[in-house]
C-alpha cells in the first residue's frame, strides 16, 4: 500500500517527489555468505518536497531515516520505488549519471569532526566540491569564493589556513555548512546535523540554517530524533516507526494536536526547559522494547506496544486518512 502522495511530477515547486520507496538490505548467512532473507529497513515510504521548504524526518534510531536519505542521494540501492528530482526519474542512475547532479544535492553529517579530514586545511575542505565539480579555473576566484563562504557561515577567511582540530564542534559544523554550500545547491540533507552539538550550539546552527534558507531559498531535508530541535525549524514533519511513516503533517499542526499515538508518546517524551512546569509534568515511557525489523510486526508495526490498540491493528495495516491538518496512518481514524 502506497503512503499518501499526489501526482505532482508537473508542479514546479517540487523539488523532490519520492513514490513507495522500499529499500530492503540482504540477510546473509553461511560460509558463502548466501542471502537468506531480507530486511525492510524503509518498506513503502512516499513524500514530496517543496522548494524553499524544510521537511523534517524524526522517529527513534534505527527506523529508516538516513537510509531514506541515503536513498534519495542514490548513495544506498532502491529495491522498488521512484525517486524524481525535478520531475526526472533519477532511480536507477549510474554512478556516472549521477555525478553532474551531486552539486545540487548536498549533505550535512551528524558529527563535525568525524565528516571532516583532518589532514585537509578547512580553505582545502570547503572547496573540494569547487574542484571536484569544476566550478572555477581562476585561482583567485577560488580563492575568494571559499572567504566568501567562510563568512556567510560566520567564520572568518583568515581561518582558512587552520586544522578541523583547531576549531570548537560548532564551528567545525558551520565548516562542513560552508562545504555543502560551496556548489550552490538546491536541496540539503541535514543528517542528525545538530545531535552532537550542545544545547546552546545547537541553536546557533539552527538560527545559521534558517537565515541561510531565507538568502539562498535552499530546500531542507532534516532529520533528527528529537523533536524539539525540529519544532521550530520545520515547515511540514513527518513521523516514521520501523520503515513506514505514520503521521506527515505542517510542523504547527502536528505538534499541536499529534493524532498518532507513536506521535503523542514522542512528543510526550520531550522534557519542558521550565523547571517549574516539568516537575508538575509526568512523562510516559513507551512500553515494550522496539521490535526487529528482520521479523516486523504484522498489520500496524507499533501495535505491540500502542495503549490504545484495537484488535485489527495486529493483522490489518492501517489505510491513511485525513485529521485536521496532518496525515496519519491509524485504525482509530480510519472508517468510523
Known amino acids: 500500500m502506497k503512503e499518501p502522495v499526489s501526482d505532482l511530477s508537473k508542479d514546479n515547486d517540487i523539488l523532490v517527489q519520492v513514490e513507495d520507496l522500499k529499500v530492503h538490505?540482504?540477510?546473509?548467512?553461511?560460509?558463502?555468505?548466501?542471502?537468506?532473507?531480507?530486511?525492510?529497513?524503509?518498506?513503502?515510504?512516499?513524500?514530496?518536497?517543496?522548494?524553499?521548504?524544510?521537511?523534517?524526518?524524526?522517529?527513534?534510531?534505527?527506523?529508516?531515516?538516513s537510509t531514506t536519505a541515503y536513498a534519495m542521494l542514490r548513495m544506498q540501492p532502491v529495491t522498488s520505488g521512484r525517486i524524481l528530482f525535478q520531475g526526472e526519474d533519477i532511480t536507477h542512475y549510474s554512478p556516472s549519471r549521477m555525478r553532474p547532479l551531486r552539486r545540487r544535492m548536498q549533505m550535512v553529517y551528524q558529527d563535525p569532526f568525524g565528516s571532516l579530514n583532518p589532514r585537509m586545511k578547512v580553505g582545502s575542505i570547503i572547496g573540494e566540491p569547487l574542484r571536484v565539480h569544476k566550478l572555477f579555473t581562476d585561482k583567485a576566484k577560488y580563492k575568494e569564493r571559499i572567504g566568501e563562504l567562510m563568512r556567510l557561515v560566520g567564520l572568518l577567511p583568515e581561518?582558512?589556513?587552520?586544522?578541523?582540530?583547531?576549531?570548537?564542534?560548532?564551528?567545525?559544523?558551520?565548516?562542513?555548512?560552508?562545504?555543502?554550500?560551496?556548489?550552490?545547491?538546491?536541496?540539503?540533507?541535514?543528517?542528525?546535523?545538530?545531535s552532537a552539538l550542545d544545547v546552546s550550539i545547537q541553536a546557533q546552527v539552527l538560527n545559521l540554517l534558517m537565515d541561510l534558507q531565507e538568502q539562498l531559498n535552499l530546500t531542507y531535508f532534516f532529520i533528527a530524533h528529537d523533536l524539539s530541535v525540529v519544532r521550530h525549524f520545520s515547515?511540514?514533519?513527518?513521523?516514521?516507526?520501523?520503515?513506514?511513516?505514520?503521521?506527515?503533517?505542517?510542523?504547527?499542526?502536528?505538534?499541536?494536536?499529534?493524532?498518532?499515538?507513536?506521535?503523542?508518546?514522542?512528543?510526550?517524551?520531550?522534557?519542558?526547559?521550565?523547571?517549574?512546569?516539568?516537575?508538575?509534568?509526568?512523562?510516559?515511557?513507551?512500553?515494550?522494547?522496539?521490535?526487529?525489523?528482520?521479523?516486523?510486526?504484522?498489520?500496524?508495526?507499533?501495535?505491540?506496544?500502542?495503549?490504545?490498540?484495537?484488535?485489527?491493528?495486529?493483522?490489518?495495516?492501517?489505510?491513511?486518512?485525513?485529521?485536521?491538518?496532518t496525515t496519519v496512518a491509524c485504525h482509530l481514524y480510519g472508517e468510523r
Not at 288 to 295: A, C, D, I, Q
Request: hydrophobic share 35%.
Open 159 to 194: 581561518m582558512a589556513d587552520r586544522y578541523p582540530h583547531e576549531f570548537s564542534g560548532g564551528q567545525r559544523q558551520r565548516i562542513a555548512i560552508a562545504r555543502a554550500l560551496a556548489p550552490d545547491p538546491d536541496l540539503i540533507i541535514c543528517d542528525e546535523a545538530v
Open 25 to 65: 538490505f540482504p540477510i546473509a548467512e553461511g560460509v558463502f555468505r548466501r542471502t537468506v532473507g531480507w530486511v525492510p529497513v524503509v518498506d513503502g515510504v512516499s513524500f514530496v518536497l517543496r522548494r524553499g521548504e524544510t521537511f523534517s524526518l524524526v522517529g527513534e534510531s534505527g527506523c529508516g531515516k
Open 235 to 325: 515547515h511540514r514533519v513527518a513521523v516514521m516507526y520501523l520503515g513506514r511513516m505514520v503521521e506527515i503533517g505542517p510542523g504547527n499542526e502536528l505538534f499541536s494536536n499529534p493524532r498518532h499515538p507513536y506521535t503523542q508518546a514522542l512528543l510526550n517524551a520531550v522534557p519542558t526547559p521550565h523547571p517549574e512546569v516539568e516537575s508538575h509534568f509526568s512523562h510516559e515511557v513507551i512500553a515494550g522494547e522496539v521490535p526487529s525489523l528482520r521479523n516486523p510486526p504484522k498489520g500496524c508495526r507499533f501495535h505491540p506496544r500502542c495503549p490504545v490498540a484495537k484488535p485489527e491493528c495486529s493483522h490489518v495495516r492501517p489505510e491513511w486518512a485525513e485529521e485536521g491538518g
